[in-house]
T-cell receptor, first 115, second 110 residues
């Protein structure tokens, strides 16, 4: 149980274009979704927290106009990287809170390469 | 805000030896401390966790200890095997969020 499906697993895009990453909770309702970014050989850095039906909360230093998060339903949260640049190339991963009391489940991650 | 430091950044051990990874946190309100194993390009996998009302927890070859007063917690892996080789991350809760440590690359040599 508590599976989060993340798509796409890999994407290559051109500079200036936008990319959307989706995370779906398959067998539970994800009221809260966390979005992380992980550069090579580095840790997972929390970018933002999204709650169903409300605006996302962004961590300090994360541009909300560049990383658009939508959590319109209890089973789907999306991250859109707008006007992507090579420095946005990274591994993006979502994590859903389920069952309360710190039960977290992670998506499989998206490797974004901006050329 | 919460800051989580993790040491060492790399750790090499011989198969069968023990490995210890240590983390410190700054927010005394943190009450949940999971440890994750991450293989290259994959999602983090929870291997063990501990809550602030417990000092130690063990699951077969893996154990975690927590010192709330000193704000540190440690992962202990005994009888290491080559398949334990991976990057390990500690994390500490900040409300519902998880703040991750910097990671430890563990290599277990046969």
């Amino acid at each position: 149980g508590a599976v989060v499906s993340q798509h796409p697993s890999r994407v290559i895009c051109k500079s200036g274009t936008s990319v959307k990453i989706e995370c779906r909770s398959l067998d539970f309702q994800a009221t809260t979704m966390f979005w992380y970014r992980q550069f090579p050989k580095q840790s997972l850095m929390l970018m933002a927290t999204s709650n169903e039906g409300s605006k996302a909360t962004y961590e300090q230093g994360v541009e909300k106009d560049k990383f658009l998060i939508n959590h319109a339903s209890l089973t789907l949260s999306t991250l859109t990287v707008t006007s992507a640049h090579p420095e946005d190339s990274s591994f993006y991963i979502c994590s859903a809170l389920w069952g309360g009391r710190h039960g977290y489940t992670f998506g499989s991650g998206t490797r974004l390469t901006v050329v | 805000g919460e800051n989580v430091e993790q040491h060492p950044s790399t750790l090499s051990v011989q198969e069968g030896d023990s490995a210890v990874i240590k983390c410190t946190y700054s927010d005394s309100a943190s009450n949940y401390f999971p440890w994750y194993k991450q293989e290259l390009g994959k999602r983090p996998q929870l291997i063990i966790d501990i809550r602030s009302n417990v000092g130690e927890k063990k699951d077969q070859r893996i154990a975690v200890t927590l010192n709330k007063t000193a704000k540190h917690f440690s992962l202990h892996i005994t009888e290491t095997q080559p398949e334990d080789s991976a990057v390990y991350f500690c994390a500490a809760s900040k409300g519902d969020k998880l703040i991750f440590g910097t990671g430890t690359r563990l290599q277990v040599f046969p």
